[in-house]
């Protein structure tokens, strides 16, 4: 400390940046923070990452990634054209604030939802108009909150969308992604992180609509977050587009060979997918027994809203007792701790922590 600042932008300066869940540097702890996938990645993934040649990390990676793109197009029901492979869903999400917003041309997103895209927004210097998202309101167009119409009349030049929506697990239809689609002016990044657990994906809107943009990450539904891949769906217009923002080899040799033998075992990938969802039920069911409100998730975590207790306490507790999950001191969240899905055997011990710290639901 006591150097003299004044070195960067002032928008830069002032930042306080992204903050990340916890990482535990133990692993005997149980971690239910982050929305990682449980289950190890396919033993294809390992065998693939242990039979890399040495040439293969001397030269440069292939720089659009194109055995990726052809297997996740077979399973995408695109073309290879409408893909385009990324350093992380999150750096799709740098690269959209880069290619369309600045001073003049606002992101619009409702809230709550995932942290980092005001953190995105403030980097590039544009303004983000944050639309409250009633969060009893499951369906966005359902009922008096028109979600569409709401983002619609911002005016942005990109709105996002989380589908299914972090932290809390609401899904909004297909139905309603292609009518606010239809109506803004500018982009929608529909942000995909977590629809491997829902039942359905937007990706089948980029054929007719030349504004969207389809965000899907490797690091949850795949069991890669280690890797760092994810990859965007989109026409070809915006997809080439999008190229010229990004990094000169966005992906490294290594995250393109894992990410490639993952997407390829949709067998392992589906029944993973499906032993979340019957430990999210499980979770759903037992946190309801004791006493919380918990919403229907569309995601591999859920949203748990305490009623006879204080959350950051409950949350403080469930650390002594070494079990991490999510606390955000933020409006409307304040009484809410998201959990990840974990094994059956962590959401065991998750739960028996907070029959302990909740004396009265014993
Ligand atoms: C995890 C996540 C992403 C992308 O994560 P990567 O690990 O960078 O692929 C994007 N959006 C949301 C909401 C996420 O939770």
Sequence with gaps: MGFAMGYFRDNIERAAGYVPGFQPGRSDV??????ENPYPPSPQVIEAIKAIEPERLRRYPDPLGRAFREAAAAVNGVGPDNIICCNGGDE???????????????AAYPVPTYTLYPVLANIVGCEAIEVPFPLGAQKAGEGE????????STGAALTIVCNPNAPTGSFVKVEEIAL??????GVVLVDEAYVDFAEETGVRLISSF?????????SKGYSLAGMRFGYGLANKTLIQGLRKVQDSYPVDAAALVAATAAIEDQEYFRANVEKVKTERARLTEA???LGFNVAESSSNFVLAQCKHSKANEVYEKLVERDVYVRYFNMQG?????????????QNDRLLEAIREILPQSK
Excluded: H, Y
């Design 92 to 106: 799709l999400l740098r690269m959209a604030f880069t290619a369309f917003c600045d001073s003049g041309r606002a």
């Design 287 to 289: 946190l309801r027994q």
């Design 145 to 152: 909150f028109n979600l569409p119409a709401k983002l619609a």
């Design 30 to 35: 149980v971690k239910l923070n982050t929305n």
């Design 210 to 218: 030349d504004n969207i943009i389809i965000l899907r990450s490797m």
């Design 180 to 185: 606010l689609a239809d109506e803004v002016n």
């Design 333 to 345: 969240l304040e009484d809410k701790l998201r959990i990840t899905v974990g094994l059956a055997q």
